[in-house]
């Protein structure tokens, strides 16, 4: 059998044939071999700067349509007893360019204890959760897709 190759977002309702289950730092690569939970190899071939969503459906040229899945991964959860406290922290990662998933009444990023130390030194609680990680697209993306930039 021939490997299947996803090449573009669906919009709207559809029914996935398979789940693809990724991480956040594979959830932002256009092309990419991988295999579907079920065990089978496929290609991504997607339009470049794409970013996956948990929730998206992605297709082939031939009709096979893939469910995608945001992976569990190890976050570091900030909370506050404020919000303005917990925009002071959004703040501080954001200046250092770190992903950030805002949440109501917390912060998820990354694992890294260096911004955990960082972070509790502002103040902060910082919690510990395996979890999807979903973080906010960048105010220079365009529907959902998000343009990393190498320094």
Known sequence: MQRST???RLTGQAVADARLILPFHLRQKSRLL??????EEIGLLL????VLRGGDLIASDEGRIVEVVAAPEGVSVVTAAASRELARAAYHLGNRHIAVQVLDGSLHYLHDHVLDD???GLGFTIGYASLP???EAGAY?????VHDHEH
């Open 6 to 8: 996803l090449t573009h």
């Open 34 to 39: 991988t295999t579907l939970e079920g065990g």
């Open 47 to 50: 339009p470049r700067g794409t």
């Open 118 to 120: 960082m972070v509790r």
């Open 133 to 135: 990680f979903e973080p």
């Open 141 to 145: 993306s365009h529907s959902g897709h």
